[in-house]
T-cell receptor, first 110, second 113 residues
Framework: GQQVQQSPTSLVLQEGENAELQCNFS?????MQWFYQRPGGSLISVFY???GTKQSGRLTSTTVIKERRSSLHISSSQITDSGTYLC????????????FGTGTSLLVDP | GGIITQTPKFLIGQEGQKLTLKCQQN?????MYWYRQDSGKGLRLIYY???????QKGDLSEGYDASREKKSSFSLTVTSAQKNEMAVFLC????????????FGPGTRLLVL
């Protein structure tokens, strides 16, 4: 079945530093989404981005279909960015069935 | 906008017990999902439903039943709770089948004694 690999597994930053989170897929996709989760919290959609680049404030997502990868860039990180970031993809032949990565745990220190 | 509600928020059960989790959404979304989240294992799909009365098995359906009584609600039953089981069950919904944002509920936290 399809696999989703996220890297790094965990990341510690000083406030103000930038972060680059990666997501790689084993199959072609037609659906791709990034989520944010606080400890003990639910998942909040950050980006729905099956292809190209999208930006929202300090967050930018880039999905390159041919290379089967997506990235999430966080600029000028803040303490409130701490939490887990998960990516999920839906394969081209079964877009309804999202497969999730195991997440990147981000800690931003003051 | 809309919201997904899950009940109960916390569920403590006994080994062998049948436990039911409920999910309601007012987005008027067609597709609904149940996921299980375990520490270090990410989210795994248990069941999903693309319309009322439709049920599709996910990767982790063994030991679970589901019911989509109406478009707005999707229930999950743990058929026989396993001792020391601890997990979070997340309900989600999506407008269509393929290319739309998926929204999640707050979760039900299960502990089996």
């Amino acid at each position: 079945g399809q696999q989703v690999q996220q890297s790094p597994t965990s990341l510690v930053l000083q406030e103000g530093e930038n972060a680059e989170l990666q997501c790689n897929f084993s199959t072609s996709l037609n659906s791709m989404q990034w989520f944010y989760q606080r400890p003990g919290g639910s998942l909040i959609s950050v980006f729905y981005n099956p292809s190209g680049t999208k930006q929202s404030g300090r967050l930018t997502s880039t999905t390159v279909i041919k290379e089967r990868r997506s990235s999430l860039h966080i600029s000028s990180s803040q303490i409130t960015d701490s939490g887990t970031y998960l990516c999920a993809m839906g394969p081209s032949n079964m877009g309804y069935k999202l497969t999730f990565g195991t997440g990147t745990s981000l800690l931003v220190d003051p | 906008g809309g919201i997904i509600t899950q009940t109960p928020k916390f569920l403590i059960g006994q080994e062998g017990q049948k436990l039911t989790l409920k999910c309601q959404q007012n987005f008027n979304h067609d597709t609904m999902y149940w996921y299980r989240q375990d520490s270090g294992k990410g989210l795994r799909l248990i069941y999903y439903s693309i319309t009322e009365n439709d049920l599709q098995k996910g990767d982790l359906s063994e030991g679970y039943d589901a019911s989509r009584e109406k478009k707005s609600s999707f229930s999950l039953t743990v058929t026989s709770a396993q001792k020391n089981e601890m997990a979070v069950f997340l309900c989600a919904s999506r407008l269509g089948v393929n290319q739309d944002t998926q929204y999640f509920g707050p979760g039900t936290r299960l502990l089996v004694l």
